[in-house]
T-cell receptor, first 112, second 111 residues
Framework: KQEVTQIPAALSVPEGENLVLNCSFTDSAIYNLQWFRQDPGKGLTSLLLIQSSQREQTSGRLNASLDKSSGRSTLYIAASQPGDSATYLCAASGAGSYQLTFGKGTKLSVIP | DAEITQSPRHKITETGRQVTLACHQTWNHNNMFWYRQDLGHGLRLIHYSYGVQDTNKGEVSDGYSVSRSNTEDLPLTLESAASSQTSVYFC??????????FGEGSRLTVL
């Protein structure tokens, strides 16, 4: 059974700082890994999807990497802004499965 | 724009009542999912469907059921609501790549 862990649970940084959010998973035979953003009281917004054959994906100031052998993914946010404040969730699926298992998220606060 | 909508967005009900949460997507995705989100537990999979007439149990399926009679809809039914089912419920759908897209959620309170 896939298990996903995100550390730290909360992170506070000053505006403009580059930061890395961490995600680890137990089953390296994943189908894909997806990063989401969730604002308070809202649904989840897909940020990046990394398929098992890929090592990284980029979208604007966001870069996500995947290392299956070590069971790790990172989400890099460049030049953080107050608008980046939200909870970031990582989710991984097992081999041949579309079912995503979620971590509990990292709550990011970017201080102006 | 194609989208995924959930209704009702907020509902208060009493213990023992049957409740149905609706989920409708216009992307024509085959895969649909129901999750619940609770403090301390994160998001947990309740039921999922890979196509019409296909339904499967997830991690926390006890007390819930789904049916899939067409591609667009996957209603979630709580047969006899319990206080432990107070939660925020999210419906999601995915394409063949597995990328998951979520609705805005339904907040259910069982008194």
């Amino acid at each position: 059974k896939q298990e996903v862990t995100q550390i730290p649970a909360a992170l506070s940084v000053p505006e403009g700082e580059n930061l890395v959010l961490n995600c680890s998973f137990t089953d390296s035979a994943i189908y894909n890994l997806q990063w989401f953003r969730q604002d308070p009281g809202k649904g989840l917004t897909s940020l990046l999807l990394i398929q098992s054959s890929q090592r990284e994906q980029t979208s604007g100031r966001l870069n996500a990497s995947l290392d299956k052998s070590s069971g790790r993914s990172t989400l890099y946010i460049a030049a953080s802004q107050p608008g980046d404040s939200a909870t970031y969730l990582c989710a991984a699926s097992g081999a041949g499965s579309y079912q995503l298992t979620f971590g509990k998220g990292t709550k990011l606060s970017v201080i102006p | 724009d194609a989208e995924i909508t959930q209704s009702p967005r907020h509902k208060i009900t009493e213990t023992g009542r049957q409740v149905t949460l609706a989920c409708h997507q216009t992307w024509n995705h085959n895969n649909m999912f129901w999750y619940r989100q609770d403090l301390g537990h994160g998001l947990r999979l309740i039921h999922y469907s890979y196509g019409v007439q296909d339904t499967n149990k997830g991690e926390v399926s006890d007390g819930y059921s789904v049916s899939r009679s067409n591609t667009e809809d996957l209603p979630l039914t709580l047969e006899s609501a319990a206080s432990s089912q107070t939660s925020v419920y999210f419906c999601a759908s995915s394409v063949s790549t597995g990328e998951l897209f979520f609705g805005e959620g339904s907040r259910l309170t069982v008194l």
